[in-house]
């Protein structure tokens, strides 16, 4: 058995120990059984029924290092069957060959490497001895260059140090002769006006000329370069205070002055009054530009001129002086800043008168882009002169123009929508003047909505142009915030609107003043356009503006940090909006209602009802009345929807009719018609008011053409009952009442919500009618309705 354990299977591979391959097979198994026992969550200890590790020095683990091969095989012969000894050599076989099969693959799959690695050692072994023979040259060369160097510095070491004393000679006696030529040449160069060059050779020799003063020709030297260079302070100073050169030119003057040793204090006083001066002239030059005589440039060129005159004048100072005086410290930087803010504060008074000219102008697009440049001007010295606050003064003129373009652009909306109103009412007027069809309601409308929404979207373009990315100014915070929200949004967006809600409420507000003048059409136009608005229109215009400018304001958060100031939400507007129309529709009810109803009280109050006349025909009046609540009906129905009605009877004026003449009626009026009974009637009368439903005549108005003449119907016939309760009536009066409200009731049924209502209110005019009459006989039911069909 022993043998079979040991010897059977394919032998072990060309270096390999004979126990080379066994602990291989156990260890992937403990892999294995590690994986099953993390799966099912058993201890090592659970999984194999044995403590939980193996003893190390146990002889026959065969993966201890104390393994014996005899000991094991004396075991498995003394515990194990035959059968099981050859299932455990069968086991081994297998491991043996897997292991072995393991080990060729390894060595096929690594093959080329191990060739590669190989020949790259073979490689470097052959570069190395290459470069070793290459550094042993390169050291015997640097050797013998060694030796060579050596050699030359102690041949020429003598030598060398004559010629350095040779040079320094040299060099101290091309100096002395720089000094003794140095009167002469400072001579020359004043005449010939080469300022520059005598200061640089009077500083070369100072320091040198105070060294050596002791010695009397250096002194002499000296005192003539005193001299000369005195007389060149004078010319230098004289060409100063001159002024005729430019900028550049006097502050090299007050450079070499400086140099000279000259006080600095006093150059600086003098510096900034010739400045002054230069750009006085700058600014009276833009103020002559103002006057009314000559015709003034446009503000792109005004403008222009300040910014390269006057602005860049004030650069070229601010920066020469900053170069000259900067030993003058903190009092000097004060004392130009001060100067700096004085001549700057004249010049943006003339750039704001200047701007004051073109607030009354339509077009931004050429302020905008003086304004930019003006702003960009500016940069310049805002940055010089931080301390003189030009640029922080220049942002805030451009914020007032701005803000006053925003409170233009809202009075040319409020003057448009005047305008169109204007439009409105020649229009509504001219075809009866002209006698011939005007323009519809809905033409009327469509033109009003899409001009003043025009105007609108131009008024949005021509601000927009503030916050475009290429102009200077658009990055500052308020452009950014309070620009966009509180500025367009609010103030010219919000504020036209409710601009024009309240010239539209104003045609309510004062009905003996305005309202009276008021064309009822133009209310009820205005009513539609208000609710145009509350449904879509606010919601359009304040998106367009939102996306427009909004979003930059969303873009900075700084910008959101200092705009604080709360939005009206687009639902508020939409409310005012709504409530506006609703005043208006209401107002054109009230105004419609009352042209009926003087025709009604006049028609009645001008009548004898006592001596009458046996009624033959329908009074013209009650025609007028219907045709003219014809004509409401179309116009409101050209604006407004039809709106919803009650479920109508199969005849309508059949039914109104037999009201008058049914024996409900003629027993409800009977008592009144016997003198014996005046009592009964009048509480009859009371009771059966008790029972009958109350009508609201002034109940709201909805936004319907039903709603609409229902309301106009209910104001009239509610004026009828009236007048006619303050009158007396004969027997053919009372009569003439039962024809006029039957002819009323055959047309105006089919113009209100409910008919009912007109039912009722007739009935208790014609029941008011028979209450004060003292002879109530009613006319028959079939002459009534011949009278009134052939009427």
């Not at 520059?196 to 000296?222: E, K, M, T």
């Not at 400045?275 to 003034?296: K, Q, T, V, Y």
């Not at 304040?542 to 910008?559: G, I, M, P």
């Not at 208006?584 to 009280?601: D, P």
Request: charged share 25%; glycine share 8%.
């Amino acid at each position: 058995m022993a043998a079979a354990a040991g010897g059977l299977g394919p032998g072990p591979g060309p270096g390999d120990s004979p126990e080379g391959p066994e602990p291989e097979a156990p260890e992937r198994r403990r892999k294995a059984h590690g994986m099953l026992k993390l799966y099912y969550g058993l201890s090592e200890g659970e999984a194999a029924g044995r403590p939980a590790g193996p003893d190390p020095l146990d002889p026959i683990d065969l993966n201890g290092a104390h393994f014996d091969p005899e000991v094991y095989l004396d075991k498995l012969r003394r515990e194990c069957p035959l059968a099981q000894l050859m299932d455990s050599e069968t086991d081994m076989v297998r491991q043996i060959r897997a292991l072995d099969s393991d080990m060729q693959t390894l060595v096929y799959e690594n093959y080329n490497k191990f060739i590669s690695a190989t020949d790259t050692i073979r490689k470097m072994k052959n570069d190395f001895r290459k470069m070793e023979d290459e550094m042993d040259r390169l050291a015997n060369n640097m050797a013998v260059i060694t030796d060579f160097s050596a050699r030359i510095s102690a041949t020429l070491q003598d030598r060398h140090e004559r010629i350095t004393k040779l040079a320094g000679v040299h060099a101290l006696l091309r100096k002395l002769q720089f000094l003794f030529e140095l009167p002469s040449r400072l001579t020359k160069c004043v005449e010939l006006g080469a300022y520059g060059q005598a200061v640089r050779y009077q500083g070369r020799a100072r320091a040198v000329l105070q060294q050596y003063q002791h010695l009397p020709s250096f002194r002499a030297i000296q005192d003539d370069c005193q001299v000369i260079t005195a007389r060149l302070a004078q010319q230098l100073r004289q060409r100063f205070r001159e002024g005729g050169s430019g900028a550049p030119e006097q502050a090299e003057c007050v450079e070499l002055l400086l140099a000279l040793g000259e006080p600095a204090e006093e150059l600086c006083e003098e510096f900034l009054a010739h400045a002054r001066g230069r750009l006085e002239d700058e600014l009276r030059s833009l103020e002559a530009e103002l006057g009314p005589s000559p015709p003034a440039p446009d503000i792109l060129e005004f403008t222009d001129h300040g910014g390269s005159g006057f602005v860049g004048g004030l650069c070229q100072v601010a920066t020469a002086y900053q170069e000259l005086f900067a030993a003058q410290g903190p009092a000097g930087a004060e004392k130009l800043a001060a100067f700096a803010h004085e001549l700057g504060g004249r010049y943006f008074a003339l750039v704001e008168q200047r701007l004051a000219q073109e607030q009354g102008g339509g077009d931004n697009s050429l302020l905008v882009r003086a304004l930019d440049r003006f702003h960009r001007r500016l940069r310049a010295p805002g940055a010089l002169l931080a301390a003189a606050g030009l640029a922080e003064a220049a942002t805030e003129i451009v914020e007032r123009v701005a803000r006053e373009r925003l409170g233009h652009h809202l009075q040319g909306l409020r003057a448009a929508f005047l305008g169109c109103l204007t439009d409105v009412r020649q229009a509504l007027a001219a075809p009866r003047l002209a006698g011939k069809e005007g323009p519809g309601l809905a033409e009327l409308l469509a033109n009003v909505a899409s001009s003043v929404l025009s105007h609108i979207k131009a008024s949005l373009a021509a601000v927009h142009l503030f916050t475009a990315k290429e102009v200077s100014f658009s990055n500052k915070p308020y452009f950014r915030g309070e620009f966009c929200s509180q500025g367009v949004r609010e103030g010219l967006i919000v504020g036209f609107i409710r601009s024009m809600c309240q010239t539209a409420q104003s045609f309510c507000d004062s009905p003996g003043e305005k309202g009276g003048a008021t064309p009822p059409a133009l209310l009820l136009l205005l009513s539609r356009l208000c609710l145009d608005y509350e449904t879509a229109t606010i919601s359009y215009i304040l998106t367009l503006t939102d996306e427009q400018f909004l979003v930059q304001v969303q873009c900075s958060s700084a910008s959101l940090a200092q705009d604080q100031s709360p939005v009206t939400p687009v639902s508020t507007l939409c409310a005012e909006a709504r409530e506006t129309a609703r005043r208006l529709l209401t107002h054109y009810v009230k105004v419609q209602g009352l042209v009926i109803s003087q025709m009604l009280r006049k028609s009645v109050e001008t009548r004898d009802w006592l001596s009458t006349l046996e009624p033959r025909n329908v009074r013209a009046v009650m025609k007028r009345v219907v045709e003219d609540t014809t004509a409401i009906d179309v116009q409101v129905g050209l604006l407004y929807e039809e709106g919803v009605r009650k479920a109508q009877s199969s005849d309508s004026s059949k039914r109104t009719f037999s009201v008058y003449s049914s024996s409900r009626q003629q027993g409800r009026y009977a008592p009144s018609y016997t003198p014996s009974a005046p009592m009964d009637t009048n509480l009859l009368s009371n009771i059966q008011k008790l029972f009958s439903e109350r009508i609201d005549v002034f109940s709201p108005v909805e936004f319907n053409k039903v709603s609409v003449l229902t309301g106009i119907i209910k104001i009239s016939l509610k004026t009828l009952l009236e007048c006619v309760r303050l009158r007396t009536f004969g027997r053919f009066g009372l009569q003439q009442v039962q024809v006029d409200c039957h002819f009323l009731q055959l047309y105006l049924w089919r113009f209100v919500a409910d008919e009912e209502l007109v039912h009722l209110l007739l009935d208790e005019v014609v029941a008011s009618a028979a209450l004060r009459c003292p002879d109530p006989v009613p006319m028959e039911p079939s002459v009534v309705e011949v009278i009134c069909e052939r009427g």
